[in-house]
């Protein structure tokens, strides 16, 4: 089986880090294809630079998932989650989505822990558009440029376990999501200091696309993800402009 | 990998359509456990027969459940869920709560078909209880025995093909859920005849239950699924008793 | 009148704390018959107990409703509620449901007092379902065995009390709900020092079931509380198997 | 027990036809005082009418709840509800409070039936602002003058019938609340003909108002319905003012 | 243009704020006739006050809204805004409302300072009637009289300055409402000292009801806003007898 | 005044009907600064074509904002709205975002009109997305390219006035809105027919704004829309990745 696992960060390191945390989570004999963004922000953290990986992820999409059994965008945000359903035949996974679904199967009350104050509405809306704000019960936002970067983390990890903690006995939550593609595998590592299930969205994702790919699930032939039409696309790359079953218009 | 899949019906026969659903779904050299309940009705379908279902799932489960790898609740009120979570430490899944978890990956807007205009009200609730009532935006009842017994279900396939493809086109539904334990991999014989993405419970459990098995969650230390105290039950089969550390009461 | 009181665990300790409260609430004239549980957890507080209990309590009502002139279901969690609502022909009331109802006309913001922190996630459920979660805006869990057994509550009633009184003042509660079967005609004793009405089930329910009882409610004859259909039930109690019309199956 | 039953309508004939429902609900030896709003409309059926009403509603128990054990505000769109639980000690109920209160412990969704089309948005208001939009499935709107005067009604109780029988069969509405004032006591008369339970709000407020009576709830000293501070009022009725502890300003 | 400012409060004082802080807010060569109401509190501070309100403001409007060319209901409870809306043929804006439908523009959750814990409550009722609830994510209330008299007001505005900005840091709030009549004009003072943007509901409902004089809408001809039929009002001023189309009733 | 209407479809049809509407709404004195869309489709209407635009949008208004008094975005899934907000200092409007706040301030219940059954669940998403799922009461898609280019509209104006009264008459809509930037200026043709208030974006759009420029609202310096930080940007256009404070990454 190969999953292609797109970061549409522009951020190398991040990719390194993802693609470990997907060969680690996938089965034996899976091939993960990870590929990073060719514009954009190295580490989305803004409003701005989501609206351009929304496209830079359709982009990436279109160049790279030929061949692919399924995709996984790795970016926490699940940017161009529903155009990629849309424009691919494959399953396509978010990795925030599919924390969530995993959380969801392994205790009532969901606790989010997220990197970085700024974006903390963003994921609001992330979990309100999956329709989990009805499971999601509380939030923690952490401070730490760590995790971006090789060296120590441990700094960081404690920070995450104590808002883990913090939101298994104070705020009632039975499971943990750990937001953000940099932090592919690293729930593993904070479970023994957590008193309830945590996950990461990457390690998550791989074990959901696979699960999606074992189900061989029907392309809607109507809706809103139906097959693209065949419509002319100005000043997009070549590949996602053959998607639309053209060239560039002249 | 060995899944124990509890029918709390107590069908034989809708455990032997399980079981095939099953085996046909798993990954290969998976062995499926089937059981039926011990007591209660053949096929639930008042909610006074789901309530001695919650108590003979825990049972089924106490019983069954030693040895194997995850349990798939296999009958389609998802009873007993989250106190199996609780019970056991081996994940745990329910047929419908799998079939709306893989429904909401693969479409926006879910539509349901349920066999039986009495039992509608009751899948709401389960819906409610998932926290899916903002994901599933229509419904679609359907009145027919013929999946209970052997023989033709020609009539009830065209039945169910002709709810879900309204669902698609009056509904707007983009992923369709065909609910019934008895439907186990019925499904898959409908989709060409569907325009948009139509699961049933058992074969999506059985996937879901896998990927769960593979992710290896922690047990919750703390909270409602926190291991079961040690506590005398009074009048319980011996094994459920034995799940709270003892025998029965003197 | 008469009024069945059930109380689902299987402490004859908490039957008589409920008996007792039941019969202060009661109008003059009326019988109260209290009944424990034949099997189960002597305190329900866990979700496996509480699926035995679902059980458990249409067993008990089967077995003793016939000639009450009104159910009430003397277990906080309201197990078994519909069920005994579709089995009956007479009024059921659930006793957080009938505090809940009585609170919601007493106060805009409801905040909800309940024993134990592993069970108040079990409580938010209760409330989801009974559609209450718009009107609960807060909630204590304090922990004391005291109520469970005779002796001296006033540490316990101290807990409740103050746990009360930050309702009101911090989270703005306007009415407070006391859960807990055992907690019968406790709210009483506690209001001169809440400063907001506060209310316990069991006091409630028995006013809302006279209630019901005088309102001489039609049984439904289609939908999901229709009289049940005539079906084999496979070992379950004589009781329950002849409320379908018929002995066990050979 | 003495309850006032307030028509905040200006139409004798309606306060008739509710006081004669509210004597027919009661217990024996409940004296019930009947009143007529003293300003605004006959029978109110527009936003404007229904503003004055809420005025007119606490200037109607301002005068004459005193010496009563509990109040009934007898216009369906239960206004000046939560003002005059302020205002007053003695309970208080709504009508289409009561008979949402009412249904909701005898069937799981509800269906509305309501007379005329202009007046259908605000009674959905009514129903949200009580919190009771979850448990409403589903809306009639029937067009018939006939129940405002003396004369032949079987033209419009047919028209309600119909409309709940259909809530009840097309809908899966499993209990029916018919609202209006002038719809007292009818709820019984449909009964027969209707195969879920139906209530009116006049009939179920008279046995809630004498619950809550029975209940003796507590006085908020704290919130929105602590007693009303010492203040002058301006232009209002002399009974209005003492409730504020004053005549009116010099 | 001319707007009427409607101060449905009895105090002067309150409408000389009011006016001053309409007509800072206006367009030039705007007219702002601003008037006090005739009858019921000085400054609405309870539930009873404000049902006398509803109708007090329905009356101000029928009286001096002929020859506006909008109405700002100047009270920060919205009362009567539909019921205006019906009533009359020109725009109507709410001013809690409109501070909501701006803030909603420059911010995702709004953050409320509310003067007053008794009728914290009831703004959290006009939120969601407005159906802002979804929007509105943290509430502070803060006590000062001082904004209602002339002098000082340094303490009340560094009281308003520190709940808005702990609204921001600690909640996550982007958008602030400051509410009151009387704040009319306080939110441009204190917004250098708030880090998000601050609003107050006057000079909003100034710029949006100009807004909506430009757009012309056209007057509903069907439903629960259509013109007032034709029928006679008991004991209601002569101008809003007259909006009924005739005199009171002889 | 000098307003940006950013079309971020290319085509220049739709540009010039959107300047065209926005010209006509605008106050005298205002200067219309319309421009399209520089890579991307020529009208969206598959998800893939927004995501691209998204990317696009941020794009067209970092290089044309500079000197705007405000900003429109003239797409009608509002894409890129709150990274606008984030980006620029002036204040930015959705036009679907303008049409249901200014709905929202004339009828109670929100009907919308849809051009295209694909793009409809799309539609309901943005609608979720700004809170107004609540308020919007019914749908109606219709079918027609007529709008796109130039030509006889009466076969198009039909059908939207057909969903309209339809939405008017038997969902209770008290307010419609006809999406589309196309549709500019259209409502106001199509109102005559029409027994509510019918509403267009584009049209909303310019009057929202020029009120919000109007306020002079402050830019948050906190939180998810305070102002970008500086940071490279890879392969975005020189105009966006000055808005970062920098060039292009070496």
């Known amino acids: 089986m190969r999953l292609l696992v797109a970061n549409s960060n522009t951020s190398d390191f991040v990719t390194g880090r993802v693609a ?5 989570a996938a089965r034996p004999g899976t091939e993960i294809v990870a590929v990073t963004g060719r514009f954009g922000a190295r580490v989305i953290a803004t409003r701005t630079e989501l609206a351009v ?19 996984i965008i790795a970016v926490s945000y699940d940017c161009g989650l529903w155009a990629a359903r849309e424009m691919l035949d494959v399953p396509v996974v978010g990795i925030t989505e599919a924390a969530l679904v995993t959380a969801s199967l392994l205790g009532t009350r ?11 509405p963003i994921y609001r809306e992330v979990v309100e558009r999956h329709g989990y704000d009805s499971r999601v019960a509380a939030w923690r936002g952490i401070v730490s440029n760590a995790p971006y970067s090789p060296g120590d983390t441990s700094a960081a990890d404690a920070l995450a376990v104590s808002a883990a903690v913090e939101l298994a006995e104070r705020e009632g939550c039975e499971a943990i999501v750990l937001t953000g593609a940099v932090m592919a595998g690293v729930a593993a590592r904070l479970q023994p200091r957590v008193p309830v299930p945590i996950v990461d969205g990457v390690t998550c994702a791989v074990r959901v696309a696979q699960m999606l790919v074992d189900a061989r699930p029907a392309k809607p032939r109507t ?3 139906a097959p693209l039409p065949v419509r002319a696309q100005h000043g997009v790359g070549a590949a996602l402009a053959a998607r639309f079953g053209g060239g560039q218009p002249a």
Chains 1, 2, 3, 4, 5, 6 share one sequence.
Do not use: N, P, Q
């Not at 470990?20 to 680690?24: D, F, I, K, L």
């Not at 496209?55 to 995709?71: F, I, K, R």
């Not at 969901?110 to 903390?120: C, E, P, Q, S, T």
């Open 223 to 225: 809706g809103s993800l």
């Open 53 to 71: 990986a929304e496209h830079a992820t359709v982009e990436l999409l279109a160049e790279h998932a030929t061949g692919c059994d399924a995709v």
């Open 110 to 120: 969901i606790g989010m822990v997220v990197f970085g104050d700024r974006v903390l």
């Open 20 to 24: 470990e945390g997907a060969r680690e």
